[in-house]
């Protein structure tokens, strides 16, 4: 294929800012029947571009920013989102989540968890997890990474039964988050907006009831990359523009690619659009300068991905026909 290359990704950044929030004030009066919108942001280029779009469709007045950290997250994100709500001159609620973290165990079931596979493991040492094999073709594994205080690191594979109950654990956070989105939505009639770009959504890169609840998702068709453009078209602050993406879930550094991603996400990204349109993974190996075996791999592990999170997507099942409203067929009980 010729002229398969990064134009690939570029759009027009104001015809479509322009066409989302149209869409925005649509939804939120007829389809939802809210006043406003309430968005958590994390000083991450997702949440940024949201709220930025969410008071260009609606004005400043009509969305309140929240502000949710705890024990683990980088006091560098928090500083960020002061910055986008000092900008965006929103109305925000700063929350400190950890003390209700603590109290439901969230942090106890993650550290019992860590401690099967490293009994040493103490509450001043940090961890993150780790993903490997994707990329190569192989069966996707899981390690744990922790460093001690006196900053040693140590690395363990993890079973699965511990992988899952730290992912668990931590997935406290996301859905915590979200019940005190609602919580504000509730009290102010807004709806909630969801932040995940489309390589989030596409893969499955999101916790459900948490991060992936939502009225809305406006960027979910985005790819990252063009979440950065928007964000740069839209005027935000460079220190946001240049947010480098992290889980920001986990004690020590972790980027989204480390944790889950095959690829730097703007790789990913091009690759995502290129199996999209049936690009022959020779041309995406010359433009990422891999192996054509590599983008095979790279291929292989987006669909892995989309068939194991495939449930995530989906919608409460009944098991009978239910009419609701002015609209007949089924929805959750």
């Not at 134009?7 to 479509?16: F, G, K, M, R, T």
């Not at 009639?189 to 991060?211: C, I, M, S, W």
């Not at 063009?226 to 986990?250: F, K, S, W």
């Not at 049936?278 to 190996?285: F, G």
Request: proline share 4%.
């Amino acid at each position: 294929m010729s002229g398969f290359g990064w134009e690939a990704l570029d759009i027009d950044y104001e015809q479509e800012a322009e066409r989302i929030c149209a869409r925005l004030r649509e939804t939120v009066a007829q389809s939802l029947r809210r006043r406003g919108l309430v968005v958590a942001i994390s000083g991450g280029i997702d949440s940024s571009v949201c709220a930025a779009l969410a008071v260009r469709a609606l004005g400043s007045e009509r969305v309140h920013c929240l502000i949710l950290p705890e024990r683990d997250s980088d006091p560098d994100s928090a500083a960020r989102a002061g910055l986008l709500a000092e900008t965006l001159r929103v109305g925000v609620d700063t929350f400190d989540i950890a003390p209700a973290l603590e109290a439901i165990g969230a942090y106890a079931a993650r550290d019992n968890a860590v401690r099967t596979v490293l009994p040493d493991y103490r509450d001043d040492w940090k961890m993150k997890l780790a993903i490997a094999g994707g990329s190569e073709g192989a069966i996707n594994r899981f390690r744990l990474i922790a460093q001690s205080p006196d900053g040693v690191m140590h690395e363990r594979e993890l079973r699965l039964h511990e992988y899952l109950t730290i992912v668990a654990a931590t997935s406290y956070k996301q859905r915590l988050r979200k019940t005190i989105e609602y919580f504000h939505a509730d009290r102010l009639h807004y709806a909630v907006l969801g932040t995940p770009n489309r390589l989030e959504y596409d893969q499955g890169f999101f916790v459900k009831n948490g991060d992936g609840s939502a009225d809305i998702k406006p960027i979910a068709h985005l790819y990252k990359s063009q979440v950065y453009g928007m964000a740069r078209h839209l005027g935000l602050p460079e220190r946001l523009c240049n947010a480098q993406p992290t889980t920001d879930t986990y004690s020590l550094e972790q980027g989204q690619d480390e944790f889950y991603f095959a690829l730097p996400y703007r790789a990913m990204d091009l690759a995502l659009w290129a199996l999209e349109h049936d690009v022959p993974a020779v041309h995406l190996a010359h433009v990422l300068e891999t192996t054509v075996e590599q983008a095979e791999a790279v291929y292989a592990d987006i669909l892995r991905k989309r068939r194991s999170t495939a449930p995530l997507h989906l919608r409460p099942v009944l098991l009978g026909t239910v009419s609701v409203g002015d609209t007949a067929g089924e929805r959750a009980a």
